[in-house]
Structure formats: C-alpha cells, structure tokens
C-alpha cells in the first residue's frame, strides 16, 4: 500500500487506534524521548505518538513503527510475513525452469508489474520543495537530543542520498546526523557502509560529494533506508515493490545531481568535502542501549532546506531494549528470509533475532538438516553474508519439520538445543569484522563469533552419547552463594524448571583472570556434572532477570576472548559476560556506559504526564537501571 504522505500514515495510525496526540508544550530536548521511552515499554499502551506542540513550527512524529501492528500498517500488510511472501513469490516465478514459449511469455506481465515499480524522476519541484528556507537553518526544525549524555541534537530517522561518482548508481542509507551548527552536521557513516564507499572514490577524485537527505513521506522510504540491500540494488525499487507503487522523485534545488522522493516532508540538501579536516562526532545513546563513543566522521554542510507546507518532522530513539528500531529489525527478518534462503542458505527453515540481541549480537537459525557438517555450512554462509557477518553468537537448530518446535518459542527451542550440544565439540569460535558499536571487541571492528551448532547430530558427528539434561539433587545455588563472596545473584531457574543445563551468575570481578578462576572452582562442586554452560555478569545485574542478563551478556561478551572450559572433563562452558578493563583484563579501549535519562529529565516529565493525555503515569525505564550506571558520563571513568 502506498501512503501519498506521512499525515496520510498517520491518519491510518488514528484510525486504527495506533496514535495518541500530545498537545501539550513537550521540549525535543530530551523530554520527548523520555516520555517515549516509557510509552514504548509499555505494552498494550505502546502507540505512535504525535507531539503537537514542539516550540518550533513542526509537529514530531515518534515510535510510529514501534509494534508489530503499526510495523505492518507502515508496509500495508497484515501479517509481516505477507511481505515476505510476495517476495518469496515473485522469486520462485522468475527462477523456475521454462519449459516453453507459452511458459515464457506468461511471465511477461509478471515482470512487466515488477517493472512498474522502478522509480520514476519526475519534472518540476515536488510536495517537498513547497516551502524553501530563505536561510537553511537546522534549528528551525524540532532534532531532538535524547539522553544526557548525547554530544547534542541529531537527526535520528535520516534517508541520506549518496550516488558513486563512477557508476552514478544511488544509494540510501541511514547514518546518525549529529547537528553542531545551523548548517553543518556530522555525518556518521561506517567504513562497511556503500556511503563510506562513495566518499572514498569522491576522495581520490578529489571532488566535492554531494549529498541530500529525505525526512518523511511514505514510511516505506524508511524502512527500505535500514534495509540490507545488496550493493548496487537501488533501495527505491525495494520501496516501490513493497508499496506497489513506484516512488517518484525530483532533483535537489541545490544538488541537482541528486533525486529525492516528491512526497518527502523535509529534505536536506549539502555536500561533504573530502578534503577537510573531519568532526569530533558523539557520544550518541545508541540501540546497543551503551553509548557509542566519540570518533572523527566527515561534516556535512547544508546548501538548502525545502520542506512540505504541512510538514512533520519523523523521529525515533535508541536506547536500552526493547525500542522502535526492533520492530523495524523484525520486518527485515521476515522480508529478507527468502533471498537468504534462496541465494545463500537454501537448507535454512526460519530465522529470528532477539531483541535482548539488538539485532548482531544474537540471532537463532532453524535449518532442514541432511548431512553430517551442515551446521558448520550454514555457520560460513551466514557469516559470508552482507550485514550477518558483524553477526557475534549464532544459533543453530532443527527446523519445525523435525522437531515441531517454533523459533519463537525460545524456551522449548533452548531445551531442544541444549540436549542436541556437547559444548566442547559442537561449539565453534572464529573471528572477523564486527559492528564498530560493538564495544566487546579488542580492536574496534574486529572480533570474536561464536556458533552454537544446537541441530541433531548424525553418527558421524556424535564423539560421546547425549542425554536430555537433569538437575542434580546435589546442586545447591544458596550453598554456593555462601560459598563464593565473590557471587551476587545466581538464577538456576532454566535447570531447575525447564531442564536447560544453562546457569546464570553475577559476580563482583576484583582482579586479574578472576571469571576463569570462580568458573574452575564452580565447575568442581556437586551437583554441577551434566551442566553445559555458565553465563557471567557483572554484579550490578539482577541474574534473575533473563532478559536484561541476555541483554548485557551479549553486549560485553567477545567469544573468542572470553570463552574457557571448566571440570573435571573439560567440558563445561563458560562465557565472561562482564564489564573488561584494562587493569582487570588488559582491555585498552574505553568502556561506555549504559543508557539512562537524568534525575531532572524524570522529574520534568513526572511533572507534566497529567497533561499529555497518556493515561495513568508510567514510571520512567530508567529507574531500574540507575543501580547499573558506572562513574562517569558516556564513558566508564573507574574499575567498578
């Protein structure tokens, strides 16, 4: 479905209950994002909402796609999955054998209406470039800054428009846009991104680069920005199969070399020049829920702003899960399952990434298992692939046609896997390039993966008999926490009710090598034989808590590193989930602390929430982590 503008996504929004209008004076500087913080972790109360009243002459739109429903309102389906299996069907049509002229000439109007969604440039000047700022300013529109310790306002929902120089060939990614004066931005694009790429032959050509980015419109635009598109796949044709309908374009007033959506709300319009000195960009609160850290990223100056008469300024934040940025994670999981299937995996059955994961850090594969080695097949295929190979634990397991269990059914799934793995054989680390966000790694960009192969294994990959698990009755979790001063919380809760030999521990880390040590000593008590794996965190985490401990544990953790073997037989697994320091672990990078809103911010919003027209007061998310804040601002200044 296509939306002729983003007041026309909302007004499907309100209609399907999906949105609450704040009217209220709400300010963009972190008081937006605190309210919604709330709303999105609020279940049956989670909406879009619309701040009216922003103190500047445009409305923010916020957490609009932030739910599977409004998710699939955004993409005008019913199902995620509906996207996915027109895909699935269009791609099954084209590659199958024709067996003669009749055959092939019945796809001719197949073809011929995937045709029809190739972007069309248009003539004249589009809905966006109804209004032009006399004087480009950035501060006439409502940025927002989101935590305290964000570097200053940025610009969260970008579509930036690059072309390679060479080729002409567009490209539209989403790179964070750090405001530091009414007409110049950082722009935060990594070395993997295709914009990074452009900029590099714009470099060596030594020419001026420019560059435009879109805000608003259809949301499709969006979300095919965030999509992980193969290089050189125009990310408009994406968006025009998916809303059945191609998207049009107009050239840029300033940049006329390059073509933005007619339909935009805002469009930015500027140019970034290799050759000067770049910007001190950051901190920035980030989906990782830790601040990224600081580094230096081109600038990016602003030439023209044109906007809609009737603009809203679209918007979302990142943070500490779950966000908005998951469930546009979600739509990429089902749409992008079937290409994967088709031109890389083709054995894969499902695929899903828990939001305790933020997308890289954890993703779980079903596969419809054959042979002996499939499961170490899937494992390079998957690390090989486009934006997978930042992927850091991969799990593997049986597809629903062998063991009846569904991928979201993470309980049963654990236990399915768990019985199906000997640690010390079926547990594979590598290494390779990473998530510049990961803060884990040694290097920045460069670390560990682990795979845990939890498929059934044949006769040829069998080395000793596996048994479904059974809790010892000679394990004690308070007998060991008496006996360990150095352990704060442990959850022997998977063992205990559900028969995952998997057990959780916060600890107080005091010195050199002291996980290593504690998982030695551990994995010599009684009751522990037929564990397979102990899960580390650091001691401000409530180990009962899965999620938050998932959450944190994925994030600190670099399996190549921090992985040991324990017990008698070697054959216990423990992974340091903890905090690394360079006195405790000889870790030489600075450690981000994680995301949470200020004392005043709570108190403000605390103040005015009768007004908002949200219902009975949420309390505010980050009151449950401030017991988890290290010393210091974005970056940990101590050991503790």
Same mark, same amino acid.
């Given at each position: 479905?296509? &939306?002729?503008?983003?007041?026309?996504?909302?007004?499907?929004?309100?209609?399907?209950?999906?949105?609450?209008?704040i009217?209220?004076?709400?300010? $963009?500087?972190?008081?937006?994002?605190?309210?919604?913080?709330?709303?999105?972790?609020?279940?049956?109360?989670?909406?879009?909402?619309?701040?009216?009243?922003?103190?500047?002459?445009?409305?923010?739109?916020?957490?609009?796609?932030?739910?599977?429903?409004?998710?699939?309102?955004?993409?005008?389906?019913?199902?995620?999955?509906?996207?996915?299996?027109?895909?699935?069907?269009?791609?099954?049509?084209?590659?199958?054998?024709?067996?003669?002229?009749?055959?092939?000439?019945?796809?001719?109007?197949?073809?011929?209406k995937?045709?029809? &969604?190739?972007?069309?440039?248009?003539?004249?000047?589009?809905?966006?470039?109804e209004?032009? /700022?006399?004087? $480009?300013?950035?501060?006439?529109?409502?940025?927002?800054?989101?935590?305290?310790?964000d570097?200053?306002?940025?610009?969260?929902?970008?579509?930036?428009?690059?072309?390679?120089?060479?080729?002409?060939?567009?490209?539209?990614?989403?790179?964070?846009?750090?405001?530091?004066?009414?007409?110049?931005?950082?722009?935060?694009? !990594?070395?993997?991104?295709?914009?990074?790429?452009?900029?590099?032959?714009?470099?060596?050509?030594?020419?001026?680069?420019?560059?435009?980015?879109?805000?608003?419109?259809?949301?499709?635009?969006?979300?095919?920005?965030?999509?992980?598109?193969?290089?050189?796949? *125009?990310?408009?044709?994406?968006?025009?199969?998916?809303r059945?309908?191609?998207?049009?374009?107009?050239r840029?007033?300033?940049?006329?070399?390059?073509?933005?959506p007619?339909?935009? *709300?805002?469009?930015?319009?500027?140019?970034?020049?290799?050759?000067?000195?770049?910007?001190?960009?950051?901190?920035?609160?980030?989906?990782?829920? &830790?601040?990224? #850290?600081? *580094?230096?990223?081109?600038?990016?100056?602003?030439?023209?702003?044109?906007?809609?008469?009737?603009?809203?300024?679209?918007?979302?934040?990142?943070?500490?899960?779950?966000?908005?940025?998951?469930?546009?994670?979600k739509?990429?999981?089902?749409?992008?399952?079937?290409?994967?299937?088709?031109?890389?995996?083709?054995?894969?059955?499902?695929?899903?990434?828990?939001?305790?994961?933020?997308?890289?850090?954890?993703?779980?594969?079903?596969?419809?298992?054959?042979?002996?080695?499939?499961?170490?097949?899937?494992?390079?295929?998957?690390?090989?692939?486009?934006?997978m190979?930042?992927?850091?634990?991969?799990?593997?397991?049986?597809?629903?046609?062998?063991?009846?269990?569904?991928?979201?059914?993470?309980?049963?799934?654990?236990?399915?896997?768990?019985?199906?793995?000997?640690?010390?054989?079926?547990?594979?680390?590598?290494?390779?390039p990473?998530?510049?966000?990961?803060?884990?790694?040694?290097? /920045?960009?460069?670390?560990?993966?682990?795979?845990?192969?939890?498929?059934?294994?044949?006769?040829?990959?069998?080395?000793?008999?596996?048994?479904? &698990?059974?809790?010892? $009755?000679?394990?004690?979790?308070?007998?060991?926490?008496?006996?360990?001063?150095?352990?704060?919380?442990?959850?022997?809760?998977?063992?205990?009710?559900?028969?995952?030999?998997?057990?959780?521990?916060?600890?107080?880390?005091?010195?050199?090598?002291?996980?290593?040590?504690?998982?030695?000593? #551990?994995c010599?008590?009684?009751?522990?034989?037929?564990?397979? /794996?102990?899960?580390?965190?650091?001691?401000?985490?409530d180990?009962?808590?899965?999620?938050?401990?998932?959450?944190?544990?994925?994030?600190?953790?670099?399996?190549?590193?921090? !992985? /040991?073997?324990?017990?008698?037989?070697?054959?216990?697994?423990?992974?340091?989930?903890?905090?690394?320091?360079?006195?405790?672990?000889?870790?030489?990078?600075?450690?981000?602390?994680?995301?949470?809103?200020?004392?005043?911010?709570?108190?403000?919003?605390?103040?005015?929430?009768?007004?908002?027209?949200?219902?009975?007061?949420l309390?505010?998310?980050?009151?449950?982590?401030?017991?988890?804040?290290?010393?210091?601002?974005?970056?940990?200044?101590?050991?503790?």
């Amino acid at each position: 479905m296509a &939306y002729k503008s983003l007041r026309a996504f909302i007004d499907a929004l309100e209609q399907a209950g999906e949105l609450v209008r704040i009217k209220t004076f709400v300010d $963009p500087v972190l008081e937006i994002a605190e309210i919604t913080d709330r709303i999105s972790k609020a279940g049956e109360r989670n909406k879009a909402l619309l701040f009216e009243n922003t103190g500047t002459g445009f409305p923010v739109l916020i957490n609009s796609m932030g739910s599977d429903r409004r998710m699939c309102i955004a993409l005008g389906v019913n199902h995620l999955d509906d996207a996915m299996n027109d895909i699935d069907g269009l791609l099954k049509k084209m590659s199958t054998p024709k067996k003669g002229l009749m055959e092939k000439l019945a796809m001719l109007p197949e073809l011929g209406k995937f045709a029809s &969604y190739i972007p069309k440039v248009v003539s004249g000047r589009g809905a966006c470039q109804e209004v032009v /700022m006399a004087q $480009p300013d950035l501060g006439k529109i409502p940025i927002l800054k989101c935590w305290p310790e964000d570097g200053g306002p940025f610009i969260t929902l970008p579509a930036i428009h690059t072309k390679d120089p060479v080729t002409g060939i567009r490209n539209i990614g989403m790179y964070r846009m750090q405001v530091f004066e009414p007409t110049m931005t950082g722009m935060h694009w !990594h070395k993997h991104k295709v914009s990074a790429r452009h900029f590099n032959e714009y470099k060596k050509m030594g020419k001026r680069m420019p560059v435009a980015v879109a805000l608003g419109g259809d949301p499709i635009y969006t979300y095919a920005a965030t999509a992980p598109l193969p290089d050189n796949v *125009d990310e408009y044709m994406l968006a025009g199969f998916l809303r059945k309908k191609k998207v049009e374009l107009v050239r840029c007033i300033t940049q006329p070399d390059i073509e933005v959506p007619a339909d935009a *709300d805002f469009i930015i319009e500027g140019y970034v020049e290799p050759g000067e000195e770049l910007i001190w960009e950051g901190p920035f609160g980030d989906h990782t829920g &830790y601040y990224s #850290l600081p *580094d230096w990223y081109p600038r990016f100056h602003v030439t023209a702003i044109t906007h809609r008469k009737d603009a809203i300024y679209p918007a979302t934040i990142v943070g500490i899960p779950p966000q908005e940025d998951a469930w546009i994670g979600k739509a990429t999981e089902r749409i992008f399952l079937t290409p994967i299937k088709m031109t890389m995996v083709p054995e894969i059955a499902d695929m899903n990434m828990p939001v305790e994961g933020v997308f890289h850090n954890l993703v779980i594969a079903t596969i419809n298992k054959e042979y002996a080695g499939q499961g170490q097949k899937v494992m390079n295929a998957m690390w090989g692939a486009g934006q997978m190979m930042f992927n850091k634990i991969l799990v593997l397991a049986d597809g629903v046609k062998e063991s009846g269990i569904k991928i979201d059914d993470y309980k049963n799934l654990a236990k399915e896997v768990f019985n199906n793995l000997n640690p010390v054989t079926d547990v594979y680390f590598s290494q390779g390039p990473m998530d510049v966000l990961d803060h884990s790694c040694s290097k /920045m960009g460069f670390g560990g993966k682990m795979c845990i192969d939890g498929t059934r294994k044949t006769e040829e990959e069998i080395t000793t008999p596996l048994t479904p &698990y059974t809790i010892d $009755p000679g394990f004690s979790a308070s007998a060991l926490s008496a006996q360990f001063a150095e352990i704060t919380g442990i959850n022997d809760r998977l063992m205990r009710e559900w028969g995952i030999p998997v057990l959780f521990v916060a600890m107080r880390k005091d010195r050199p090598d002291h996980v290593a040590a504690l998982h030695e000593q #551990l994995c010599r008590q009684p009751g522990i034989d037929g564990l397979k /794996m102990i899960l580390y965190v650091e001691h401000t985490v409530d180990a009962m808590d899965i999620p938050d401990v998932l959450w944190r544990f994925c994030n600190n953790l670099d399996p190549r590193r921090d !992985h /040991m073997f324990g017990g008698k037989s070697r054959n216990i697994l423990g992974l340091d989930g903890t905090r690394k320091t360079k006195k405790h672990d000889n870790f030489d990078r600075p450690w981000p602390n994680i995301i949470v809103a200020d004392d005043a911010t709570i108190d403000r919003v605390d103040k005015k929430w009768k007004d908002l027209g949200l219902g009975e007061m949420l309390k505010s998310p980050s009151l449950r982590y401030k017991t988890q804040l290290y010393r210091g601002g974005a970056t940990v200044l101590d050991n503790e």
